[in-house]
């Protein structure tokens, strides 16, 4: 019986075609669906509702776009629900990771000993394997450090970045404030230098919208540029792509401007995909693709019909999750869409599903002349 | 699939004459059907200018007869009736893509604000709310005075957006009373409005000086102001958000300019239990209902939210005493069963009501799905929902559109059903995981404040009750007295004359019958109020002829 931890341990893993990683997958999916449908009670009810059992329903994989899903919203505060969601007693909880909320109503997930290690070991090694490197001499992160904003996902992603460096440097001091940059040039500026003078190979994370102002802005003012050593690496951003303003910055931009000013190729400035609603962490490759695990996989679905797109095809994304232990992470639809690309090789040479274009779910927002309850709370 | 990429460059309609410019742009996406809508966004000068010259054409709208103008939109009527018109064309597929409803809704819809404009309508619908349309034209003799109706001067249409039959209907209201209209467009849905206009435009040059449609920020407070201060605006006609209408409410107040308030409304439906146990008639109350749900997918004020099912006739007491009635139905909602034991030791008059009340309350919740009961109800309008989305099937839904509905279903069922508190019905599709075209939640408590906000979009809740009273307090709890609108009875007419009673008294207006929420009644007010009433001046002369003749005599 293969253990999703066997799959942490494989070397080759992207280079296993998917037909024969496949049935391997399945074991593991079927395995932590089966153990959500018997350990929470809400998922169960979600189950039976779509007349889903894991123990009879997951025969080959093509049936994994059956195993119903929970919305991301559903682990929102305002919604109330997350502490029944759940797959085990809730003094297994080690931490409830949420998110940052900037929405004003963040995501909660329970996450015990085991999920929080799996969640490690995966997000070290889905990095480490796409990038091609698992250590780094400096980090620098364009945001806080760990214990300034424990509790939130984003800094369990960036303590697994960190870990993988020898040294790590936080450049967020303090709170964010409207309008101000909240990051300490000074610090910024001597850090960079630091590792150009002694060539050491970065990697730089942390919020892009942050790092790609703090240095834009300092490069407007000083002209100067740097040139670091060419192996270093811009990942683990997660999110973080909008100003102050809500101005996108368009990752080209980001990656011309980062590589005019710190030197680093372009092919090494990639985004990482990561959220609170879900254990596993994406990782773009060369091309700009971001690769889905050995270990998880994603269905982009129609939001017409809800079944899986076609190659090439733009849709919601459903994050297949068998790492989460803990809460009933098995299959969680997101806020989120992506074009789905290729469930093959990638031309930078890895085996896997991959997709691109990520960004929120969009519409119309349709008002009519029927009031909403909301917008007469709000000027009452 | 192929791509459809659609790009439009709306005009500004200033009093005949077009402004060509992509200030602003609306950008839609619907599966593979891409719009962007580019129009002006004029400034403070531009709009008072066109405020000024609308201003000038009044006389010549004064002048025109009444019989006259209804022959102008009675041209306009025969271009829009033709399916092959043209612009009419555009406006199905674009209205389409903007509202997310299909072409065969949208043509449907089309229809109905199209009728208004046909001449015998528009006399019908003059003709009731003016009472003689001659008013309007001359003086009339009235009794012993003769009467006129002037109109007010300029008309400021503040239109909403989604709601794109709004602008048509607001500037009919005011150009069938001989005034000159200003409308604002809504930056949501700037383009039916416009697109309507046009063609008034093409029919008749003239009679296109008095009108004009066009947009400015809403930040520019600055163009109301000076609208009001220089007196070059004379009525309002606001629909559509709170804010906004409390903005401009406030300062037509201020500036002693009538003010019409269509704002933002709720609207609800009632199953009395009159034919409860008739499967026949109940198949057809929810047929017509499925109907007044997927028109306007729920966007409009008219459109039900929750249709509330009355489960067992009020019992009769012999002492009706309201205060203990309500007692009794506040214990109903908290009863456990262990609590109905301990009851049942009490002998007292008021525990054996109440008990009674209790162990049928009990029974109700227990009730097997039937068609005398909410949930069968529910699972019938599930039926009749399947079908009419069949027949009246809604557009793609934009990624966030489906995602909401999946979001509210996962809402109730981890919230409420697994509580024990209701019941989710949706599509049954073997071959797809879930399908986004329709949900019934039956709820086995009275709704809160967020029930109707998520009631939208073919998203329905159907509710159990017993006396009509517990809707009357519900409205008042949940403090919603100010934005409820129409509700569809189904009932015998003397229970629909006493819910219709109560419900009006408490703040609606409007009464119909299942399936026909969202019909348009010429003789029946619309919010309360006649507005074409509202929109002119009664003038009189109060002597006649023979009083002169006495006077000189």
């Known amino acids: 019986m293969v253990e999703i931890e066997d799959f942490f341990k494989m070397d080759d893993i992207y280079s296993i075609e998917p037909e024969k990683i496949e049935p391997l997958r399945l074991e593991i999916i079927k395995k932590a669906a089966m153990h959500h449908f018997e350990h929470c009670t809400p998922y169960k009810k979600i189950c039976r509702k779509n007349n889903f059992n894991p123990v009879k329903d997951l025969k080959s994989y093509q049936d994994i776009k059956k195993i119903p899903w929970i919305t991301s919203k559903s682990f929102k505060k305002s919604y109330n629900l997350f502490k029944n969601l759940i797959s085990v007693s809730e003094d297994k909880i080690v931490e409830w990771l949420h998110s940052s909320g900037t929405s004003g109503d963040p995501s909660y997930v329970g996450r015990d000993q085991k999920t929080l290690d799996r969640f490690r070991v995966a997000g070290t090694r889905s990095t480490g394997l796409i990038l091609d490197r698992d250590r780094f001499q400096m980090g620098i992160v364009f945001g806080p450090s ?11 992603g960036m303590d697994i970045w960190t870990k993988m460096c020898d040294n790590s440097i936080y450049l967020m001091k303090e709170r964010r404030e409207k309008g101000k940059i909240p990051i300490d040039i000074q610090l910024t500026i001597k850090s960079i230098k630091e590792a150009e003078a002694k060539k050491e190979v970065c990697f730089f994370g942390g919020a892009p919208a942050l790092a790609y102002f703090t240095l834009a802005k300092f490069h407007e003012q000083t002209g100067e540029t740097f040139q670091l050593n060419e192996q270093s690496v811009g990942g683990g951003f997660g999110g973080g792509w909008k100003t102050f303003t809500g101005q996108q910055i368009s990752k080209d931009q980001f990656r011309k401007t980062l590589n005019k000013i710190l030197g680093i190729p372009i092919k090494n400035l990639r985004d990482t995909y990561a959220l609170t609603e879900s254990d596993i962490v994406f990782q773009e490759c060369e091309e700009f693709v971001f690769h889905v695990p050995p270990w998880g996989d994603i269905i982009i679905r129609d939001p017409e019909t809800m079944a899986p797109v076609k190659k090439g095809e733009k849709g919601l994304i459903n994050v297949i999750n068998p790492i989460a232990y803990s809460w009933p992470g098995i299959s969680v639809l997101l806020d989120d869409t992506a074009t789905f690309n290729n469930n093959g090789k990638c031309k930078c040479g890895r085996y896997g599903k991959t997709f691109s274009d990520v960004g929120r779910a969009v519409g119309a927002d349709a008002r009519g002349c029927g009031a909403m309850i909301t917008d007469l709370a709000e000027n009452d | ?15 005949g004459k077009y402004t060509r410019r992509k200030d602003e742009k609306l950008k839609i996406k619907r599966r593979n059907k891409k719009i962007e809508i580019g129009f002006p966004s004029l400034s403070s000068k531009e709009v008072k200018l066109a ?3 609308l201003k000038k054409s009044l006389k010549q709208s004064h002048d025109r007869t009444i019989r ?27 209205l389409s893509i903007v509202t997310g409803q299909s072409k065969r809704l949208i043509k449907f819809e089309l229809n109905e604000v199209i009728k208004l404009f046909e001449k015998e309508n528009l006399l ?12 309007l034209d001359q003086w009339i003799k009235k009794g012993d005075i003769f009467l006129h109706a002037q109109p007010k001067g300029s008309i400021l249409h503040n239109l909403a957006g989604n709601a794109f039959v709004l602008g048509p209907i607001s500037l009919l209201y005011g150009i069938i009373t001989k005034n000159v209209n200003l409308a604002k467009i809504a930056s949501t849905e700037p383009y039916f409005v416009v697109r309507f206009i046009q063609s008034i435009y093409d029919v008749d040059k003239k009679f296109a000086r008095e009108l004009a449609v066009i947009y400015w920020k809403g930040g520019h407070k600055d163009i109301y102001k000076f609208l009001f201060d220089e007196e070059l605006i004379d009525g309002v006609i606001a629909w559509g958000g709170y804010k906004s209408i409390s903005n401009l409410k406030k300062l037509s107040a201020h500036y002693g300019v009538k003010f019409i308030e269509h704002g933002p409304k709720f609207s609800f439906s009632i199953i009395t239990s009159d034919f409860l146990g008739n499967t026949k008639l109940l198949e057809k109350a929810s047929k017509e209902i499925a109907k007044d749900i997927v028109i306007w997918n729920q966007y409009a004020c008219t459109s039900p939210r929750i249709i509330f099912v009355q489960e067992k006739k009020s019992l009769n007491f012999e002492n009706p005493d309201y205060k203990l009635r309500q007692e009794m139905i506040g214990s109903m909602k908290h009863i456990e069963k262990n609590q109905l034991i301990r009851f049942s030791n009490k002998q007292t008059e008021y525990d054996s009501q109440l008990m009674m009340l209790m162990s049928e309350s009990v029974e109700n919740l227990r009730k097997v799905i039937t068609h005398g009961s909410a949930i069968g109800f529910a699972k019938l309008l599930s039926i009749e929902l399947e079908k009419v989305s069949k027949y009246l099937p809604r557009t793609y839904m934009t990624e966030a559109e489906a995602m909401n509905t999946l979001n509210k279903r996962d809402y109730y069922i981890l919230n409420v059903e697994s509580k024990g508190w209701g019941k989710i019905f949706i599509p049954s599709n073997s071959q797809l995981v879930q399908n986004t075209d329709w949900t019934i939640f039956y709820l086995r408590k009275m709704p809160e404040l967020i029930d109707i906000d998520y009631c939208i979009n073919r998203f329905i809740i159907i509710t159990p009750f017993t006396f009509l009273e517990e809707i009357e307090e519900w409205i008042k709890q949940m403090q919603i007295q100010k934005y409820i609108q129409t509700f569809s009875i ?3 007419m003397k229970m629909v004359k006493k819910l219709a009673d109560k419900l009006s008294f408490l703040g609606a207006c409007i009464f119909t019958l299942p399936g026909e929420m969202n019909v348009h009644k010429y003789r029946a007010p619309h919010d309360g109020s006649y507005d074409l009433k509202e929109l002119v001046r009664w003038v009189s002369i109060n002597f006649l002829e023979e009083d002169l003749n006495d006077f000189t005599y």
Do not use: H
């Open chain 2, 124 to 135: 019908k619908f003059l003709g009731s709310q003016i009472d003689n349309i001659d008013y």
């Open chain 1, 146 to 156: 760990p214990e300034m904003v424990k509790g939130l996902t984003f800094a369990l």
């Open chain 2, 51 to 53: 405020a000024i010259l």
């Open chain 2, 1 to 15: 699939m192929i791509d459809i990429n659609i790009k439009i460059d709306l005009p500004s309609l200033i009093c």
């Open chain 2, 68 to 94: 006259e103008t209804v022959d102008i939109l009675n041209q306009v009527y025969n271009l829009w009736i033709n399916p092959n018109y043209e612009i009419r064309k555009e406006a199905e597929e674009i």
């Open chain 2, 490 to 492: 189904f009932g015998k």
